[in-house]
């Protein structure tokens, strides 16, 4: 998976500049409702359980799993998505956090993309 990671704290800038690379490994249960990312401290929001799959944006050549919330005490909302192409094998990843409406100090964002390849 290749893109930019934005991370922010207090409004400084706390990742690095440029596009990144990062290896994951990803599994898809068998009724393929769940999604299970590696544990990667760069993208360590991925891996939360909470990603299922969202039967409305699936199409039988996409794969699409979703998280999202808005925690009510602190206003802050949170977008994860996993899609994944079944025949081509290729994936995207995009995450957002920050307070609502548009509040960037303390806040993560990336859109990754890349390819999977299938192991038996």
């Not at 998976?1 to 994951?24: A, H």
């Not at 050549?61 to 909302?77: A, G, H, M, R, S």
Request: glycine share 4%.
């Amino acid at each position: 998976m290749n893109g930019e990671i934005f991370r922010y704290r207090d409004g400084v800038k706390q990742s690095i500049d440029g596009e990144q690379s990062i290896q994951l490994d990803i599994g898809i249960h068998e009724w393929r409702t769940h999604i299970e990312v590696s544990n990667n401290s760069l993208v360590s929001e991925l891996t939360n359980s909470e990603l299922v799959l969202n039967k409305k944006n699936t199409i039988p050549v996409e794969l699409y799993y979703q998280f999202e919330n808005i925690d009510p005490k602190t206003n802050q909302k949170i977008v994860s998505n996993i899609v994944i192409n079944t025949v081509s094998g290729d994936a995207r990843m995009f995450h957002r956090r920050w307070v609502l409406p548009s509040e960037w100090v303390n806040s993560d964002q990336y859109t990754l993309l890349g390819n999977c390849r299938k192991i038996i």
